[in-house]
């Protein structure tokens, strides 16, 4: 029998007899209004649990063997909560571009509603005019192709630090994967905060932690009529003081830019430079997204007034998403090289024919392009694309209600041999006569997702994803460590929202000398 997939102590806890008679009662009520609804085909459920027992980890790839069975769209049930699985490139295309923004809120849960401060951030807050305000403001300050070319610097400073950090550990066994974490959460800080954040580590350990819980389904979840559940529960108890541990530092980040910015401008002002500069945090002088902020928050100047907590929720957002899936594209390029050696061959050749390493150099390199792409097809960043619709809608001749949770499985899609030639292997080639961008227009791959929800951190994230790849294959040669073959290498995803590998990668890397 699978193991069941995604469930907390807590929730294990409660799917004992004590409650069963309670939860069957309203499982009667709901099977009642289901059945007066042409849903989608799924598999049988059983009482209390629904689908429960089917689930297994990581459930991308349940979900992947439970549609081949039940169709590319297929309904299950969760406890009380309901969900539709899409794996099709067009029935996807049909949700997410030709009913945009019919489907276009995201799920609601309880780690995400306290690590992400009710719903006020830019990833999970419903779609409308205040979600258009914040993202606008990201991405005119952070996101756009022009402030992404002006953190080259940063991103070239990090990127030696990343290669000098490697070095000091050259011909002994290291963890590359917290490296390139590093790498990944300073640029992210230095280019949103205006430095590398003084509880980077806190930081990253909350952010890993909130992720991890944030794609579970936690038991108030499950059985969200409950109030014995949710007074009982474990977790969110958990989650609150996760939360306190959040505010201290993001509130000590906001207030430390309040002082500086009071401080900057006292200067400007005493040395007679002109008041209407906007000076600030930024690496650079100026301003950078937490002075932003401030500056509207104290200005009171959008539709939708802001607050410190709105502030912080969009913070945390840039963090986790900046960080976690740039880092995780890397590590698991840098898998999949050390799985395919003719193809780590071909990259290093083409970066070190290369004079220099500078952005504009390395984003033409064209096999880099065509091996990112082939690991974006693999492990794309989000694997399940998570909506929620916003009204009744017929999709595919089925009936699916308002509120309807729905998940579109990215990576089966990108792993379909209906869609796909060899879709388990690692063929960065099958690019060169594919012409298929990451861009949201091609059903088939979405790493990135598609429609009004689509990451708009792209340009940002592979702007780091290049140069961090350039620098690792061009100044080093990798081998595991003595005793470790490619082939026992752990090729599983982690639970979560994001689908980093499980496993750390641990390897050996030799400093490499270009003949004179």
């Known amino acids: 029998m699978l193991t069941p997939w995604n469930l907390s102590a807590t929730t294990a806890l409660f799917l004992f007899p004590s409650v069963i008679l309670f939860f069957f009662i309203i499982q009667k009520w709901n099977n009642a209004k289901e059945c007066s609804s042409k849903l989608p085909p799924g598999p049988p459920k059983l009482p209390i649990i629904g689908n429960l ?52 809120d995201r799920p609601r849960g309880v780690a995400i509603e306290i690590m992400w401060y009710d719903y006020i951030d830019i990833v999970f807050c419903p779609y409308g005019d205040y979600w258009r305000q914040m993202r606008k403001i990201c991405i005119n300050e952070l996101l756009s192709p022009r402030m992404v070319r002006s953190f080259r610097s940063i991103r ?39 430095g590398v954040c003084k509880d980077s580590p806190a930081l990253i350990k909350l952010m890993m932690e909130t992720l991890q819980m944030a794609g579970v389904f936690e038991v108030e979840d499950l059985f969200p009529s409950s109030r014995i559940v949710r007074a009982l529960s474990r977790s969110k108890r958990r989650l609150v003081g996760m939360k306190k541990k959040l505010d201290v530092i993001l509130d000590g980040v906001i207030e430390e830019h309040r002082e500086n910015l009071a401080k900057i401008t006292a200067a400007a002002a005493a040395e007679g430079r002109d008041s209407g500069e906007r000076l600030g945090n930024g690496e650079f002088g100026g301003e950078d997204l937490v002075d932003v902020f401030v500056r509207i928050k104290e200005g009171g100047e959008m539709e939708f007034p802001i607050g410190n907590d709105n502030i912080k929720s969009v913070l945390y957002d840039i963090f986790s998403a900046g960080t976690e899936t740039s880092s995780s594209t890397i590590d698991w390029v840098m898998v999949e090289l050390l799985r395919n050696p003719k193809a780590m061959a071909k990259l290093q050749a083409e970066l070190r024919q290369a004079e220099t390493l500078e952005d504009d150099v390395v984003s033409k390199m064209k096999y880099l392009k065509l091996v990112i792409k082939e690991t974006l097809r693999l492990h794309p960043p989000i694997p399940l694309v998570p909506r929620v619709s916003r009204e009744a809608r017929e999709i595919n001749g089925y009936t699916l209600p308002a509120g309807t949770k729905v998940m579109v499985n990215i990576w089966a899609m990108q792993r379909d041999p209906m869609l796909w030639d060899d879709p388990e292997k690692f063929e960065p080639e099958r690019f060169a006569n594919r012409a298929l961008e990451f861009t949201g227009g091609d059903f088939e791959y979405l790493p990135f997702g ?15 994803v290049e140069l961090g790849l350039a620098h690792l294959l061009y100044n080093f040669d990798w081998k595991l460590p003595e005793g470790s073959k490619v082939e026992d290498l752990d090729m599983i995803e982690n639970d979560g929202i994001t689908a980093s590998r499980k496993d750390n990668l641990f390897v050996v890397a030799t400093p490499y000398h270009p003949l004179a």
Do not use: Q, W
């Not at 794996?87 to 923004?101: G, H, N, Q, R, T």
């Open 53 to 104: 027992h089917l689930l297994s980890s990581p459930p991308i790839r349940c979900f992947r063997d439970l549609s081949k069975r039940y169709g590319p769209i297929m309904y299950l049930k969760l406890g009380e909560s309901s969900a539709v699985v899409v794996s099709s490139p067009e029935i996807a295309k049909e949700m997410l571009k030709d009913l945009d923004p019919i489907f276009a």
């Open 156 to 194: 070239r400073d990090e990127a030696c630090r990343l290669a000098a950090a490697v070095r000091e550990s050259s011909g002994r066994v290291s963890n590359l994967t917290e490296k390139i974490f590093s790498f990944s959460s300073s640029i992210t800080c230095r280019a949103a905060f205006g």
């Open 450 to 464: 598609t429609g009004k929800r689509m990451c708009p951190g792209i340009t940002f994230g592979m702007a780091t």
